[in-house]
């Protein structure tokens, strides 16, 4: 199932998907999604993130794939739904989007061994993981004026069941900017698949539920402007729409 938080009328609702376009309420009221503002359909807690968590990814900044998981924190401020708009500040030269799969942690997660992994998984959703070169001070481990700044992490806009993405390591991403293709990739080329990173993060720090897990983007970044759309797409997980603004001075 696809579960939605959205607000509608001063109050925040459970919703599921009622049919493409339409989003159900807890009350049986059905609405065009048009016609809510879409909530992260999580309130996100500790928030881990991948660095060149893509072979082709690496290549294309060229730098060798890493030999164990290179993951950094993100803050619960950065977050956004979708058809949310993210701030573009006007001294930024080089601002691109990353389609992620996001992976939602579903119960406690001690040392988990990758065999149980998915059993620690509530469901996935897509990330919109923006990064701001111009701040960028280390590849390896991003700075919070890259990856932490309010607006710049849209989620959502469905939080799908785990049992509904029967093979998370084999989905195919795509981003597009005013409905031109830029990115395509798929799960499979990874670095480090989410079983792995769900061992390799709970050996040395506990997961609770509603953690999230970042998975990392691949090829195919490129620069974003104040009006642009961009749409971050995973095949069987979600299409999430977000618009670049101007910072307002």
Not at 171 to 184: A, D, K, M, S
Request: glycine content about 6%; hydrophobic content about 40%.
């Amino acid at each position: 199932m696809k579960h939605a938080r959205i607000a509608y009328q001063g109050a925040i609702h459970a919703a599921t998907e009622a049919s493409p376009g339409l989003v159900r309420l807890a009350d049986g009221r059905v609405l065009a999604e048009e016609a809510v503002t879409w909530l992260p359909p999580i309130e996100p807690r500790t928030t881990f993130t991948l660095a060149i968590n893509y072979a082709d990814h690496a290549k294309e900044l060229a730098f060798k794939a890493p030999e164990e998981p290179l993951g950094f924190l993100k803050a619960a401020n950065t977050f956004v739904g979708h058809r949310a708009r993210t701030l573009r500040p006007a001294d930024v030269a080089f601002m691109h989007y990353e389609c992620e799969l996001a992976v939602v942690i579903g119960k406690t997660a001690s040392r988990v061994k990758r065999g149980q992994a998915y059993d620690y998984v509530a469901g996935y959703t897509v990330a919109n993981d923006y990064a701001l070169r111009d701040y960028l001070e280390n590849w390896y481990r991003p700075n919070l004026r890259v990856k932490s700044r309010d607006t710049c992490t849209p989620l959502g806009p469905w939080l799908v069941d785990r049992d509904d993405v029967p093979d998370p390591m084999n989905l195919n991403l795509r981003t597009t900017v005013n409905g031109i293709e830029t990115q395509r990739g798929n799960t499979r080329d990874m670095v480090f698949d989410v079983p792995a990173l769900i061992e390799y993060f709970s050996s040395f720090m506990t997961l609770s539920p509603g953690d999230l897990i970042l998975t990392g983007t691949p090829d195919g970044i490129v620069n974003v402007m104040p009006g642009d759309e961009v749409v971050t797409e995973i095949e069987g997980v979600g299409r999430l729409i977000n618009t670049l603004a101007p910072f307002p001075s």
